[in-house]
């Protein structure tokens, strides 16, 4: 068993910045890769950034890849998302998940198997 806890939304004004944090109880990390959802009012899931945390390989969705970054700090067991130039399409719960590391994975195609709780990120204009 994964435990993921997400920290770091907020309430923030468009144009702003935050930085998600995700720490995981796993103290392996090189067959993990860990993932950034998000899921707005009335729709669904949607994968936005994922890292492969046994090296530096990263995968974006195309509505992101401008302003989005994930990151990884294994000796904090903790994987970041900052995010610029918010906006209110921006506003939904964000949620950390960890997923079985393969070969050409991708945002799009990774198989979480643990979830967080979800951080709240709301952006008003």
């Known amino acids: 068993q994964v435990k993921l806890v997400e920290s770091g939304g907020g309430s923030v004004q468009a144009g702003g910045s935050l930085r998600l944090s995700c720490t995981t109880s796993?103290?392996?990390?090189?067959?993990?890769?860990v993932a950034w959802f998000r899921q707005a009012p009335g729709k669904g899931r949607e994968g936005v950034a994922a890292i492969y945390r046994g090296g530096d390989t990263t995968d974006y969705a195309d509505s992101v890849k401008d302003r989005f970054t994930i990151s990884h700090d294994n000796a904090k067991k903790t994987v970041y998302l900052d995010i610029n130039s918010l906006t209110p399409d921006d506003t939904a719960m964000y949620y950390c998940?960890?997923?079985?590391?393969?070969?050409?994975?991708?945002?799009?195609?990774?198989?979480?198997?643990?979830w967080g709780q979800g951080t709240q990120v709301t952006v008003s204009s």
């Open positions: 796993r103290d392996t990390f090189d067959s993990e890769t």
């Open positions: 998940a960890a997923a079985r590391w393969f070969w050409g994975w991708t945002i799009g195609t990774i198989k979480p198997k643990y």
